[in-house]
């Protein structure tokens, strides 16, 4: 079972950026596409964008295109979230996640990633 951990959250006034890392366990992490998602207080865990496991091609939720990007580094096995204007809306708990192997084609949501981080608190005053 792959192991994700999470880190680079924190308290950011708004119109600043901060990048999110999350570190994976084991030998295969650049077989498995990854995403990020988020969850506000009260709200449903949302996507926010996903990377495959080549790197070349990236998604994203319609509402971030141009503020967020996301990356990773294979040798690193880590997978990384660039946030810049940096809006209060954005105030979340931040979480990696895997995508299955079997997960449709075009589809993000929860259901088709099978393994999770702990998540990282992002904190965006106005």
């Known amino acids: 079972q792959v192991q994700l951990v999470e880190s680079g959250g924190g308290l950011m006034q708004a119109g600043g950026s901060l990048k999110l890392s999350c570190a994976a366990s084991g030998r295969t992490f650049s077989n498995y596409a990854m995403g990020w998602f988020r969850q506000a207080p009260g709200k449903e865990r949302e996507f926010v964008a996903a990377?495959?496991?080549?790197?070349?091609?990236?998604y994203y939720a319609d509402s971030l295109k141009g503020r967020f990007t996301i990356s990773r580094d294979n040798a690193k096995n880590t997978v990384y979230l660039q946030m810049n204007r940096l809006k209060p809306e954005d105030t979340a708990v931040y979480y990696c996640?895997?995508?299955?192997?079997?997960?449709?084609?075009?589809?993000?949501?929860?259901?088709?990633?099978?393994?999770w981080g702990q998540g990282t608190q992002v904190t965006v005053s106005s």
């Open positions: 990377i495959t496991g080549s790197g070349l091609s990236t």
């Open positions: 996640a895997r995508r299955a192997l079997s997960a449709p084609i075009g589809v993000h949501t929860t259901a088709e990633y099978d393994s």
